[in-house]
């Protein structure tokens, strides 16, 4: 008597979402046993897909049939068994050298003949065809979305997948949120710890877990292009078409940020204290100081004091004060002083003359950054011929790509501002 393997495969890949659960085909495998007096001696089963050899399971079966614990294999369609060609040779040799006896689908007639073998390579060159097929629709597709300036995978923090137009939008509940969050550490005055627990305070966290965002992300999150206008898609730059949420020129700023402040165990210098050796106490007459204060929701004071140095006259300023006072009492200040009419008369004149000659530089300026943006496009173009024609390797080609591509969004962005903002 024969004695058989029952095998069933499920691939977790959306081109099999259609393909019986194994519950269910083992359920009519054994039902196909029993109607065909089969002698089943053992159930494999496994979640994995068949495009590449290496299966544990199926190896592991075909390990046994090799030893001779069994000689048979029932399965629900040889594509089951195999979607590449190692693991369908593997099949039909065994099949040759009498290891495997008989095969038996529910879906697909086999005997071990001549006929039966080549009807089978054709099962499995079919399976492998349809996989290879689908793999290069989907690539094409991607292609395409790529060249639209739309990203193909899962949309960063602060958007959204939209599933009808299958394109990425601003989420409503977390796209002002990560603004928020990058435009504060861009001040120079956070390090990834504290930005950290900014967002945290503001609700930005983990989807699944609910927790804080790890460090990783988080740094992951100042650095994605995507923010900006561009997306990367296997280490290569390109323009999106999304909505953008901060300026190249932010993300540059985040940058610089990253590498003067990103790591908290690095030391650093105190930054955006605005009034730190601006002024003097006005009663020993030494020096102001500044203290910055990180409170756990994330949120940064500054405070002012006098450093009592003096070791002659004991100061008596021993209360701090907040910088928004003390900017509240530079500007009463400021307010108390005015020009004399004369002063002010010469200064507008001055000020009309420069006007007049911003204005005629500025059609100049205009045409210098068109020039350049030109410029920048056409060694993009030339860097991609020279990328096709094999004279440069694929690495060089996305470092240098990648930084023209920031290069002309850079240009592209100043020419915007000036011509929405003229010469303001």
């Given at each position: 008597?024969i004695k058989?393997?029952?095998?069933?495969?499920?691939?977790?890949?959306?081109?099999?979402?259609?393909?019986?659960?194994?519950?269910?085909?083992?359920?009519?495998?054994?039902?196909?046993?029993?109607?065909?007096?089969?002698?089943?001696?053992?159930?494999?089963?496994?979640?994995k897909?068949?495009?590449?050899?290496?299966?544990?399971?199926?190896?592991?079966?075909?390990?046994?049939?090799?030893?001779?614990?069994?000689?048979?294999?029932?399965?629900?369609n040889?594509?089951?068994?195999?979607?590449?060609?190692?693991?369908?040779?593997?099949?039909?040799?065994?099949?040759?050298?009498?290891?495997?006896?008989?095969?038996?689908?529910?879906?697909?007639?086999?005997?071990?003949?001549?006929?039966?073998?080549?009807?089978?390579?054709?099962?499995f060159?079919?399976?492998?065809?349809?996989?290879d097929?689908?793999?290069?629709?989907?690539?094409?597709?991607?292609?395409?979305?790529?060249?639209?300036?739309?990203?193909?995978?899962?949309?960063?923090?602060?958007?959204f997948?939209?599933?009808?137009?299958?394109?990425?939008?601003?989420?409503?509940?977390?796209?002002?949120k990560?603004?928020?969050?990058?435009?504060?550490?861009?001040?120079?005055?956070?390090?990834?710890?504290?930005?950290?627990?900014?967002?945290?305070?503001?609700g930005?966290?983990?989807?699944?877990?609910g927790?804080?965002?790890?460090?990783?992300?988080?740094?992951?999150i100042?650095k994605?292009?995507?923010?900006?206008?561009?997306f990367?898609?296997?280490?290569?730059?390109?323009?999106?078409?999304?909505?953008?949420?901060?300026?190249k020129?932010l993300?540059?700023?985040?940058?610089?940020?990253?590498?003067t402040?990103?790591?908290?165990?690095?030391?650093?210098?105190?930054?955006?204290?605005?009034?730190k050796?601006?002024?003097?106490?006005g009663?020993c007459?030494?020096?102001?100081?500044?203290?910055?204060k990180?409170?756990?929701?994330?949120?940064?004071?500054?405070?002012?004091?006098?450093?009592?140095?003096?070791?002659?006259?004991?100061?008596?300023?021993t209360?701090?004060?907040?910088?928004?006072?003390?900017?509240?009492?530079?500007?009463?200040?400021?307010?108390?002083?005015?020009?004399?009419?004369?002063?002010?008369d010469?200064?507008?004149?001055?000020?009309?003359?420069?006007?007049?000659?911003?204005?005629h530089?500025?059609?100049?300026?205009?045409?210098?950054?068109?020039?350049?943006?030109?410029?920048?496009s056409?060694?993009?173009?030339?860097?991609?011929d020279?990328?096709?024609?094999?004279?440069?390797?694929?690495?060089?080609?996305?470092?240098?790509?990648?930084?023209?591509?920031?290069?002309?969004r850079?240009?592209?962005?100043k020419?915007?501002?000036?011509?929405?903002?003229?010469?303001?």
């Open positions: 008597m058989y393997f029952i095998y069933c495969r499920k691939s977790s890949e959306d081109e099999e979402r259609q393909v019986l659960s194994i519950e269910v085909q083992l359920t009519e495998l054994r039902e196909f046993a029993k109607q065909n007096s089969l002698f089943v001696v053992k159930e494999y089963y496994e979640s897909t068949a495009k590449e050899p290496g299966r544990e399971v199926f190896n592991e079966m075909l390990g046994e049939i090799e030893k001779g614990s069994a000689s048979g294999i029932l399965a629900w040889p594509d089951r068994l195999a979607r590449n060609s190692i693991d369908g040779g593997k099949v039909i040799y065994f099949v040759d050298t009498l290891k495997i006896v008989a095969l038996k689908f529910p879906t697909f007639w086999f005997e071990a003949t001549p006929q039966g073998k080549f009807m089978l390579s054709v099962a060159g079919q399976a492998k065809y349809y996989t097929n689908l793999r290069e629709n989907i690539l094409r597709g991607i292609r395409q979305k790529i060249r639209r300036g739309e990203l193909s995978a899962k949309a960063p923090l602060g958007y997948n939209e599933p009808r137009l299958r394109t990425i939008e601003p989420d409503k509940k977390t796209f002002n990560v603004k928020e969050c990058l435009g504060a550490f861009a001040t120079g005055q956070y390090t990834l710890t504290s930005i950290q627990r900014k967002m945290f305070s503001l930005l966290v983990g989807a699944r877990s927790k804080p965002l790890v460090l990783a992300s988080v740094e992951h100042l994605n292009p995507f923010y900006y206008g561009h990367q898609y296997r280490g290569e730059v390109h323009q999106g078409s999304h909505k953008t949420m901060i300026s020129k993300f540059d700023k985040i940058q610089e940020a990253l590498v402040n990103g790591k908290p165990r690095k030391k650093r210098g105190e930054k955006g204290l605005l009034y050796g601006f002024a003097v106490c009663e007459g030494y020096a102001i100081t500044a203290e910055r990180i409170k756990k929701s994330g949120l940064v004071y500054h405070y002012y004091h006098c450093t009592f140095k003096s070791r002659t006259q004991k100061c008596s300023q209360r701090f004060l907040r910088e928004e006072e003390l900017t509240r009492q530079v500007q009463d200040m400021v307010q108390k002083v005015s020009l004399p009419d004369e002063w002010r010469a200064y507008l004149k001055k000020l009309e003359s420069e006007n007049a000659d911003v204005r530089s500025s059609d100049l300026f205009v045409q210098n950054l068109k020039n350049d943006i030109s410029a920048v056409a060694r993009l173009s030339r860097l991609t020279a990328y096709l024609n094999e004279a440069l390797e694929l690495g060089e080609y996305l470092e240098r790509k990648n930084a023209l591509t920031a290069e002309k850079t240009l592209e962005e020419l915007s501002d000036f011509e929405r903002k003229g010469n303001h």
